[in-house]
């Protein structure tokens, strides 16, 4: 039998983020013995780092480059020069940096993967300027297209690309089975959590600007003037705002209605737990957590700026930021007042975001670069 074909995965990172569960949810769906994942890790770790060697993947350690960056371009040329892999699959929030993008095109032995996560904006001029002008290095070039959405297609590969037809839209698809509600489970992490009586509002997401924490808590503390039970499960990591946030539940005096969680594996039976989902992001690509919050039944309320793409029930409802605290509260709790929970599963199959769906039409994607794979 032929040896599986590589392809290298890249900007994986410490942290448990929406990159990181997608591609592993691929990856871990795919017929290993036909396409193997292996990764770049130039940020000093991986999160997932010892289920990817479990399941046969390498890990690729490289300096970054402002450690090292004749090191870093050194070990870049030898992987992309090497044939050993079918492709290079950049999984990107910006093009700021694609290095090994141009490197990959330059040697023509790897096919060059651009995967659009993200509709975002970028805070710094720099990075700004860099990602406008790889963009316009991209935008003639013979590589594959791919994006989470339109807004995420029209933010990486250009609005005239997208408009052409050639970016493929990926689902960020779920295990929509494992997202379910279950009333046992919720019951079982209601108690673990204390929260037995309480209206649950819940947030998944890594403690970044992007996700609007800051906002989050304006709306929930006018929440819990209305009503007093209400408490709030906030699951995610660090990135770089943890203390902040942690700062303004003590200064709104919400100590006590407030959990941390930290970063969590078991996202979907804490889903469980809560009565309805609240992230008021500033800006997304898509935003894999609301497909996994209709799929557990939940109330779900995304800022206006997400993409349409993610209502895939009428379980979501969009509120602008421009909109007061206290009248997200209101509609809040006036959405939740005539809400069931439901299955929605049918729906989020029907809309393109089973997993499994989504990991063979990327099997046989993957299977089909074999032509001009070089060994």
Known sequence: MDKPIRILHTNFTRNLGGIEVFIMNIYKHIDRLKVQFDFLDDCGG????????ALGGKIIEIPTRRENIIEYRRILKKLMSSGEYAAVHCNCLSVANIDIAKIAYRYG??????HSHQDMKLR?????????????????????????????????????VTKEGKVKIIPNAIEIEKYVYNKVTSAEYRKLLNIEDKLVIGCVGRFAYQKNHDFLLDVFYEISKKNKEAV????????GLLSDTKNKVKSLGLESKVIFTGIREDVEKLMQAMDIFILPSRWEGLGIVYI??????LLTIASSVVPKEAKVSALMHYISLDTP????AKRILYLYSS?????????????????????????????????????
């Open 325 to 328: 605290p206290e009248e997200w």
């Open 292 to 297: 996994e919050a209709q799929a557990a039944g």
């Open 46 to 53: 991986i999160y997932y780092k010892d289920e990817i060697e």
């Open 232 to 239: 709030l499960l906030l699951v995610g990591g660090e990135g």
């Open 339 to 375: 809400h069931k929970r439901i299955d929605v599963s049918d729906q989020i199959r029907a809309h393109g975001f089973d997993l499994c769906d989504v990991s063979e039409y990327m099997q046989e994607y993957y299977l089909g670069l074999r032509q001009n794979y070089q060994t």
């Open 124 to 160: 710094h001029l720099k990075s700004e300027i860099l990602h406008r002008y790889n963009r316009m290095w991209l935008m003639n070039k013979d590589i594959d297209r791919f994006a989470c959405s339109l807004k995420a297609a029209e933010w990486i590969h250009g609005k005239k």
């Open 109 to 114: 032995k790897t096919r060059v993967i651009i």
